[in-house]
């Protein structure tokens, strides 16, 4: 025990000093130490404990002066380090362990109700640091200056602990090492006693801070809080999560755009859910094979020698023809120029030369290399036929000729086995016997055409005897004109694909991915063609929005004077969500916080953002020419998938046109989004709002600002696929 009259005759000593203030620290010291012995004989051992409290703040630093904004679809990120700790030492009153049933069961289910093991303690202490915690003896040794710093001491470790504050409670000592394992606890109820000088509090588990149903309002992180303005995130979702947006609220309240950087590329998925419950279900519309993929396109502009942001023509990508068809017109005898293409060792070698099979002769050739280019002779040695192509065999000799251009036909080459062997697979132009398939499409294009163009020029007016009379001006306009007259126009022209259909049946039959092809084709010639295969029967310009790309006419009939026809289908490959380059497509669209607003000729578009209730999508049918902008069940949610990885981003591209319609995230793993979003200018962001489709899982984010802060969240229920929306608080 401590020495009464001791500290009797030091507290007098230190009035005559008048030192009011040391003299409160110092009685402050004495209730302290006397009311830490009644307890000790009021207490058992098993009923002192030591708990350790950390001091919370949000993640930008703010106190909880405005209280914790509690919903289900809301969460407080809150954060604390180790070193931050304050160790006390409690007196339990009451620790409850109890299963029971939790009365908050889920709203949507009444039936359903949790057993859960509820737990809550309360208790009394003061401020018994270790380092304040003296013996008798020591305080009888002790010098003025000791007895001064120890009492200053004292009140500094009382200032520390804050009634108004959020604490973070454990029983064991928290470390970076084990920060996310310990259990923890909150204080629910924190009040100061005076008479006592001591403090009552509850606390509860964190996840019985609040009683709402399937609530998460708080995430403890071990973290400091973010330094100065937010300069922009870096995300990465767990696997399968298609992002609705990623969208941060100011100080103000606004919506600041948040933008991917150079190295990082946004993908758009048009989706329908079909179910909400008891699991989510999407349609992934842009992966079916309704979409011909791009890389089908790609390969075939590869073939034809043709960039990808250049004209060509879909002939031959929806012929059936197995072989040329021009090497059953044209002999050896008959070809007159050539131009053949062969890579050697990086070098690009084009070969121009005028071909006699009897009288082989010399002609230039050019030798394109990176740094400079030469001219050099190429000697034809051999030609010969075979089933399906030319083989031609020459002999390259460098020299300074001059080039000379004999670009009339264009020669598709591949090598043979010997290296100045080539084979010849070549098109002349007015020789290839067009595939009947293609002769329909033609046909299409052309009816379609002159439907629209009112069929002007069929007839004209003549006076005989004085009379007006209407008179055939041009006999195929006016049969057209008499075939359309009093018809469904979409499903006359629709009908001219489906008599072939039924008439080549054996060919549809054999080959149904190259009918699907022309199929698909029809709805990206939806701004040219009108048919019941064309997005909202090629009306209006819907198809720019509800197709990730299409493609546009570039062979025009312009202000006809008598009957034409489409002779060839020339198209370029154009979008709303990508550029495509010489050699390459990039995504157009960056933004990640806000949805865009699309323009078309005749309307303005923009896909609604996901909310709180997630909605189905009633699809009475997928029928390109029942889907419009209008309906709503056709435009329902366009979900994002982003990367910074080569890799990644070839495959995102191979998904447009898979035929994986049904989404499933656990075949969907190929969906890993990872990438950095910036702000135009730094923000004093509050909330970020994050909307997703299976997000369930653990999301990294990284706070961009003064410092890097970096984060692993796990934001959504895994037993609620449709809980797709979260409002964090930071």
């Known amino acids: 025990m401590i020495n009464k009259d001791y500290l009797e005759e030091f507290e007098t000593e230190l009035k005559e000093n008048s030192d009011a203030e040391f003299i409160a620290s110092f009685s402050a010291l004495k209730r302290y130490q006397k009311k830490d012995y009644l307890k000790e004989l009021t207490y058992l051992g098993s009923e002192v404990k030591n708990f350790y409290f950390y001091p919370l703040t949000t993640l930008t630093g703010r106190e909880l002066t405005e209280g914790i904004r509690i919903a289900k679809e809301k969460t407080t990120i809150m954060c604390t380090t180790p070193d931050k700790v304050i160790k006390i030492q409690l007196f339990m009153e009451k620790e409850d362990s109890t299963y029971e049933l939790n009365e908050f069961t889920d709203p949507a289910n009444f039936s359903e109700q949790l057993i859960k093991n509820s737990k809550r303690i309360s208790g009394v202490f003061d401020f018994n640091a270790d380092l304040l915690k003296l013996s008798d003896k020591e305080i009888e040794d002790w010098e003025d200056e000791q007895i001064e710093e120890y009492a200053s001491a004292l009140e500094k470790e009382m200032k520390l602990f804050d009634i108004n504050k959020l604490y973070l409670i454990t029983e064991e000592k928290l470390t970076d090492e084990n920060f996310d394992s310990v259990p923890k606890y909150l204080n629910q109820r924190l009040t100061y006693n005076s008479t006592e000088d001591e403090y009552d509090i509850d606390f509860v588990p964190i996840d019985e801070f609040t009683s709402l149903y399937d609530a998460q309002p708080l995430i403890i992180v071990n973290s400091e809080p973010i330094k100065g303005k937010i300069k922009g995130l870096g995300v990465k979702t767990p696997l399968g999560t298609l992002v609705g947006n990623i969208k941060p609220v100011n100080e103000e309240g606004h919506f600041p755009d948040l933008v991917a950087d150079k190295d990082t590329h946004v993908f758009k998925k048009l989706t329908f859910p079909f179910q909400t419950t008891p699991t989510?279900?999407?349609?992934?519309?842009?992966?079916?094979?309704?979409?011909?993929?791009?890389?089908?396109?790609?390969?075939?502009?590869?073939?034809?020698?043709?960039?990808?942001?250049?004209?060509?023509?879909?002939?031959?990508?929806?012929?059936?023809?197995?072989?040329?068809?021009?090497?059953?017109?044209?002999?050896?005898?008959?070809?007159?120029?050539?131009?053949?293409?062969?890579?050697?060792?990086?070098?690009?070698?084009?070969?121009?030369?005028?071909?006699?099979?009897?009288?082989?002769?010399?002609?230039?050739?050019?030798?394109?290399?990176?740094?400079?280019?030469?001219?050099?002779?190429?000697?034809?040695?051999?030609?010969?036929?075979?089933?399906?192509?030319?083989?031609?065999?020459?002999k390259w000799y460098p020299q300074s000729n001059s080039f000379v251009d004999h670009r009339k036909h264009v020669w598709n080459v591949t090598e043979y086995r010997n290296e100045n062997s080539y084979k010849v697979n070549y098109n002349s132009p007015g020789a290839q016997d067009i595939d009947t398939a293609v002769k329909v499409v033609l046909q299409m294009l052309t009816e379609s055409f002159w439907k629209d163009y009112e069929f002007k020029g069929a007839t004209k007016i003549e006076i005989n005897g004085g009379q007006s009379v209407e008179t055939i001006a041009d006999k195929d306009i006016y049969l057209l004109n008499q075939k359309y007259s009093g018809q469904d126009r979409y499903s006359v022209t629709t009908n001219n694909w489906l008599a072939w259909k039924s008439i080549n049946r054996k060919i549809v039959n054999a080959n149904p991915n190259l009918i699907k092809r022309i199929e698909g084709i029809f709805a990206m010639l939806s701004g040219t063609l009108k048919s019941n295969f064309s997005i909202n029967k090629g009306d209006n310009d819907d198809y720019k929005i509800l197709l990730p790309y299409y493609f546009e006419m570039t062979y025009q009939i312009d202000n006809p004077s008598k009957y034409v026809s489409y002779e060839d289908i020339k198209v370029r490959l154009k979008s709303n969500y990508f550029n495509f380059t010489k050699d390459g497509i990039e995504p157009k669209n960056k933004n990640i916080s806000n949805n865009e607003i699309y323009k078309l000729d005749y309307n303005h578009y923009a896909f609604p953002e996901l909310t709180k209730t997630t909605e189905s999508a009633s699809i009475p049918s997928s029928i390109p020419s029942d889907q419009e902008l209008a309906n709503g069940e056709f435009s329902k949610y366009q979900m994002k998938c982003f990367t910074n990885n080569k890799d990644n981003f070839k495959i995102m591209i191979d998904q447009y046109g898979s035929g994986n319609i049904y989404f499933n995230p656990l075949t969907n793993k190929y969906i890993e989004n990872e990438g950095k979003f910036y702000f135009n200018d730094p923000q004093n962001i509050q909330e970020i709002i994050i909307s997703s489709f299976f997000g369930m899982g653990t999301w990294s984010i990284e706070f961009i600002a003064d410092n890097i802060i970096n984060l692993k969240l796990n934001l959504f229920d895994k037993y609620s696929s449709y809980n797709n929306f979260r409002d964090i608080i930071i």
Do not use: H
């Open 280 to 394: 989510l279900n999407l349609i992934d519309y842009w992966s079916s094979d309704q979409i011909i993929p791009l890389k089908d396109i790609f390969s075939y502009l590869d073939d034809l020698g043709v960039n990808y942001d250049e004209e060509f023509s879909l002939a031959k990508f929806i012929s059936f023809s197995k072989e040329d068809p021009s090497l059953k017109t044209i002999s050896i005898e008959g070809i007159q120029k050539l131009e053949a293409e062969k890579k050697v060792s990086g070098n690009n070698f084009t070969v121009y030369s005028a071909i006699n099979p009897e009288d082989p002769e010399w002609e230039t050739c050019t030798m394109q290399e990176s740094r400079y280019t030469r001219s050099s002779k190429i000697e034809i040695s051999e030609l010969s036929k075979t089933s399906n192509n030319l083989r031609l065999t020459c």
